[in-house]
Structure formats: structure tokens, C-alpha cells
């Protein structure tokens, strides 16, 4: 049995670059980053912070231009997929990357960025990336609803 899989959750680096392929076929490239802390053997707090490629493609890839900018809080799950080339120089490089399959925003749109509204429901179609906002209700303050900022609201909770 074998098994590719990466799930990572973190901010975008920067915003999704989307192109059509000569097929017509949409594919969205961004970076995500995620970090790690701990306090080492002396008693100081460390810090490591990966940088991770993603590619995502299809319906998928639309959705991700659309609404993720960056510094917005995501969740992707795809595969990890390590693609090679030949430079320019006649040199080999090579770059392993998440091939999306799935992705949930994490945080509201700040103001003026997206709708607030659901993006997608996720899709039962067997192979189709699925995308799940985290709310289904407009962004509003939560001052307006009477809710203290500091409370957690089901909504809120990403599983």
C-alpha cells in the first residue's frame, strides 16, 4: 500500500498567480507558510519557519485566485508532486510541490476582499477538489451580533 498525502494549514506568502493552460485548463500557483516553535536545551524560544509550494488546478484553481490574498489563513490538503526541468544554464532543478486537492479558507475576507458569502460546497464527485468556507453568513463586526470578540462560535471552528 502507499500513501501521498499533505495537509498543512498557514498564511499565503503571496497571492495566487492563475494562468490557463493552451488546453483551457485554469492552474493557480501560490506559496503557503507554516512554523514550528519550541524552546531548546538553553531555555530560548525557536523558531522554524517552511515555505511550501502549492499548484492547484481546475474549478479549484478559479476559487483560489478569486478569494485567497496573501496573508490569508488556509487549510490545503492535496498530494506532494516533485516535478524537474533544465534551466536556462543547462543545469537540472527540480521542485516539489502540494498538488491542491482540497482547500478551506480559515479566516474571513478583509474588508473589501471577497464577498463573505460561501464560495463552493464541497463536491461528492469522486476525484474533484472540493472547497468548504469557513462561514456560510456574511462577515459582519462581531459587535453587531452582541457576540464578545474573544468567544468562539461554531461557525468559527474549521472541522
Known amino acids: 500500500m502507499n500513501l501521498n498525502r499533505a495537509m498543512i494549514i498557514g498564511n499565503l506568502t ?5 494562468r490557463t493552460t493552451p488546453g483551457g485548463q485554469s492552474v493557480a500557483n501560490f506559496g503557503v ?42 487549510y490545503v490538503e492535496g498530494r506532494l508532486q516533485t516535478r524537474e526541468w533544465e534551466a536556462q544554464d543547462g543545469s537540472k532543478r527540480n521542485r516539489t510541490e502540494i498538488v491542491a486537492e482540497n482547500m ?11 464577498s463573505g458569502t460561501p464560495v463552493a460546497t464541497p463536491v461528492a464527485t469522486p476525484g474533484e477538489p472540493t472547497v468548504t468556507p469557513i462561514a456560510s453568513t456574511p462577515a459582519t463586526p462581531a459587535v453587531d451580533k452582541g457576540i464578545d470578540d474573544d468567544e468562539i462560535r461554531i461557525e468559527d471552528v474549521p472541522f
Open 33 to 74: 507558510a507554516t512554523s514550528s516553535q519550541w524552546t531548546d536545551a538553553s531555555g530560548q524560544r525557536q523558531e522554524r519557519v517552511e515555505y511550501h509550494s502549492i499548484v492547484a488546478w481546475g474549478k479549484l484553481a478559479d476559487i483560489c485566485g478569486q478569494y485567497l490574498g496573501k496573508g490569508r489563513k488556509v
Open 14 to 18: 503571496r497571492d495566487p498567480e492563475v
Open 104 to 114: 478551506i479558507m480559515l479566516d474571513r475576507a478583509p474588508a473589501g476582499q471577497g
